[in-house]
């Protein structure tokens, strides 16, 4: 059988503030970089790192609820004007805060 994913957590936070930044930023990046960049990705990338940071200051590390909590809470954003979901971006996140970890996400390793 087996062995289930252990959790992938982050530091504790220091600066919820600055690490909301830092996510604002290289999501817009990658939004921008995936398919056109649009008025609207600006927005999406503000409203994960508002969901991030609110996440981290109520003490949450663990990266699959942080995913999970982008995930739903995107769910009320309105996508009519983007190429992306709120999946697409809950895995852009997951992905770019594995890639600050230093964790190599291909092939589950």
Do not use: K
């Not at 930023?25 to 609110?54: D, K």
């Not at 809470?73 to 852009?92: G, H, L, P, T, V």
């Amino acid at each position: 059988m087996p062995e289930p994913i252990p959790p992938i957590t982050l530091p504790p936070a220091q600066n919820p503030q600055q690490e909301g930044e830092w996510l604002r930023v290289a999501l817009a990046n990658w939004l921008n970089q995936e398919f056109l960049p649009e008025p609207v990705n600006q927005q999406i990338a503000q409203r994960a790192a508002q969901i991030f940071v609110r996440q981290r200051m109520e003490g949450e590390n663990d990266v699959g609820a942080l995913v999970i909590a982008i995930l739903t809470e995107m769910q009320a954003f309105d996508f009519r004007e983007s190429f992306y979901s709120e999946f697409a971006i809950a895995n852009a996140v997951s992905d770019l805060l594995l890639d600050s970890l230093g964790i190599d996400r291909c092939c589950g390793n």
